[in-house]
């Protein structure tokens, strides 16, 4: 059946005014916005204005007689009661203020406890002055026991001031030390905003998605439509593409309206500048980039609501399946309020956890790219995965009322095997393949850096290729084997002419020399961020390379990634992609994920990398597609890393072949006219050698 776009749309919009007529989901939609925030406004106006400093008049002192007034406002007009200038700067440069009032029929004590001061005061006379002053605070109020607190140091710098004085009219040669304030490292702005809102938000969210998630498929089966709409002439992974778009929008939908509301009570309400203190705030920037990730984190939370709900049999039980979903969505969410935390190694691919921190470095606007990067493209990758989850769920028997299936049917063998894998499977392995491939890669790093170099440069590289193979190997093969598939077709093992390898090896002649001139030109134009210090650190590493054997480096960096990635992307990922795509979509989409994987390396975000692997993989696929197979990819991907490596590694060794290499970054021109010879070449030897069987027969 041909579907078009445009079905889609129809479909998306059907589910989403089924959705919308639903009065429940207006009351999560509108009114909780417009109810909710306003309450939260006044609670923290009520603890914030007055729970933590002095009002507008300043702190409210009160004592009984005007005597006591009197000499209690005179103490504290006293410049000598003003603390020293090093004092002020260490507390902020902010003079509290103090207001001295009579409490007229009634004691000042009690007055204090009737909420009518801040403190009271108590003055004790000897000889009209002074004896002793006592100041009382309401116990476990902020606001009183911070102004006690400064009144008492208030009047204890002025008693300091008296002493010195004394001292230095009988003692002239005494001399006080003086003191200063200083502070090293990173101010931390005090940005509450940045703590509270993201957290807010994705709970928001995570409730506007529920409720549709729920009724869309197990409300469908409760109500005993769902057997109608199975039977409908519409595929079924096609409806559940649907209902996800309606889930999607009304999550969004739900996330806008809250932003908007929180936006305008904050504004009207005069909080803004207070709860992001010295941070940005809430501007139309900040609004624009935490709309973005909401889009994001709408579409990753409702793929994670519909792979739960549609095995569900009632709304009963699809809610207690969510319910601690629900629950468990707080822990991470709150551990982000955690000082401390930052979006770096394990957290950056940490599901929800990974998108609140995001959230919180947009507002207090000190956002990592490299953090900000793997956090975006990991949620990617799991809303791939749960939303392949879910089409599998809808689509086998666990979609009707009277199936016994369960989630566990994902991890089941299929009876039969099948040639290759779905689309759904082939999404939800690349959704792994970061997180695993990050962690895996990460975890290395940090145990090599603990060995304090007791690891020598060949285990190293020798680690690295059992991390490829560990996530970019296990991976793939652990899901053909739980879906029963072929291995030959599924990695496209068939054997090829010998006129693909004979090309392939011409190829890579010359297409490293251009792999060489793409990150060149990536560094003139601007895409290389490494910074000084790490490309001297891999100018180190090339130095090491020239102390182990040429056999380990090629083992290790030209024949493992070969063997491991071509399996990945031009074997699994591409047998199942050409079963849905156009052979050119399926070349650009591998090519696009190999260089996208090749950008993330450790904690490092390489960007000038993603052209030249970009074009590698296109120039790989296009050998897949011709020949049929992936083994002459094998041997172009292992002699161009090879030689890309043998260049780094005997640099110094080539002289011979001209002194332009010394003299400029990029290759010399002889060189670039024997190399581009040896691509047209290599590309026209694999245009005429015709397979062993057809194209096509080997894309289906």
């Known amino acids: 059946m041909n579907l078009s776009w445009s079905r889609l749309a ?8 089924e959705t919308l007529r639903d009065r429940r989901t207006i009351l999560t939609l509108v009114m909780m916005p417009l109810l909710v925030y306003p309450l939260l406004s006044m609670a923290l106006n009520r603890f914030l204005l007055s729970a933590g400093g002095p009002g507008e ?61 801040d403190i009271a005061a108590k003055l004790e006379f000897a000889n009209n002055e002074p004896s002793s002053i006592r100041v009382t605070a309401f116990a476990g109020d902020q606001a009183s026991q911070s102004a006690r607190r400064i009144l008492i140091e208030r009047l204890h710098w002025l008693k300091l001031e008296d002493t010195v004085g004394i001292l230095k009219r009988h003692l002239p040669q005494y001399t006080a030390f003086q003191i200063e304030a200083d502070e090293i490292g990173e101010r931390s702005e005090g940005n509450v905003l940045a703590s509270i809102i993201p957290l807010v938000l994705v709970l928001m969210t995570i409730t506007g998605a ?31 593409l649907a209902k996800y778009v309606a889930v999607v929008s009304v999550a969004l939908l739900t996330a806008v309206a809250n932003l908007g509301a929180m936006f305008t009570t904050l504004t009207l309400t005069g909080l803004m500048p207070m709860l992001a203190g010295d941070g940005p705030g809430l501007g139309l920037k900040q609004m624009a980039l935490i709309f973005l990730l909401l889009v994001l984190f709408s579409a990753f939370f409702a793929a994670v609501l519909l792979s ?24 991470p969410a709150m551990l982000s309020l955690m000082p401390g935390i930052g979006l770096d190694g394990m957290l950056a691919v940490a599901p929800l956890l990974n998108i609140v921190l995001l959230a919180r470095e947009i507002l207090a606007d000190n956002i990592h790219v490299f953090g900000a990067t793997v956090a975006v493209a990991s949620t990617a990758l799991y809303a791939v995965a749960a939303l392949a989850v879910a089409a599998k769920l809808f689509g086998n028997d666990a979609v009707n009322r009277t199936s016994d299936a369960s989630i566990g049917a994902i991890f089941r063998r299929p009876a039969e095997s099948t040639p290759q894998p779905t689309v759904g499977e082939a999404g939800m392995v690349v959704a792994l393949l970061l997180p695993a491939s990050f962690i895996v890669s990460n975890a290395l790093m940090q145990w090599m850096r603990g060995q304090e170099g007791e690891v020598n440069v060949s285990l190293q590289l020798i680690l690295n290729a059992v991390a490829l193979v560990a996530s970019f190997g296990l991976i793939p093969l652990v899901a053909t084997y739980i879906g029963r598939h072929q291995y030959l077709s599924t990695y496209r093992l068939t054997p090829g002419r010998i006129g693909f390898y004979l090309g392939a090896a011409v190829l890579a002649c010359g297409g490293w020399a251009f792999a060489h001139e793409a990150l060149v030109l990536a560094d003139q134009w601007g895409w290389a961020i490494l910074s000084e210090e790490q490309i001297e650190r891999t100018r180190g590493v090339l130095e090491k390379w020239k102390t182990i054997s040429p056999v380990v480096l090629l083992a290790t960096m030209a024949l493992a990634p070969a063997v491991i990635e071509e399996l990945c992307f031009r074997g699994y990922l591409f047998s199942a992609f050409s079963k849905v795509l156009r052979p050119w979509q399926t070349i650009m989409v591998t090519a696009v994920l190999f260089g996208l994987f090749h950008v993330f390396v450790g904690s490092t975000l390489l960007v000038e990398r993603f052209l030249p692997t970009t074009l590698l993989g296109i120039l790989l696929g296009w050998v897949a597609y011709r020949s049929g197979s992936v083994l002459p990819g094998m041997l172009l991907h292992f002699l161009h890393n090879g030689l890309l490596e043998l260049v780094a590694r005997y640099h110094e060794k080539l002289s011979f072949l001209g002194a332009e290499i010394e003299e400029s970054r990029h290759l010399p021109a002889t060189w670039l006219a024997v190399t581009g010879a040896c691509v047209v070449i290599g590309i026209a030897i694999i245009w005429w050698t015709r397979p062993l069987r057809s194209v096509e027969a080997v894309s289906a």
Not at 308 to 331: G, H, N
């Open 10 to 17: 129809r479909l998306s919009r059907k589910e989403l005014r």
């Open 57 to 117: 008049t300043g702190f409210i002192v009160g004592v009984a007689t005007p005597m006591e007034s009197n000499w209690l406002q005179s103490l504290l007009n006293d410049p000598r009661s003003t603390p020293p200038e090093s004092i002020q700067e260490a507390s902020g440069g902010n003079l509290a203020e103090f207001k001295v009032v009579l409490t007229e029929g009634i004691e000042p004590n009690q007055a204090l406890l009737e909420n009518q001061l």
């Open 210 to 240: 529920v409720y549709p998630a729920i009724d869309l498929t197990a409300g469908e089966r409760e109500r005993g439509t769902m057997e109608a709409l199975m039977a409908s002439p519409v595929p079924r992974w096609w409806l559940l």
């Open 308 to 331: 739960l709900t549609s095995f569900a049999r009632s709304f009963k039980e699809a809610q207690a399946y969510l319910i601690p979903v629900m629950l468990l969505s707080l822990a």
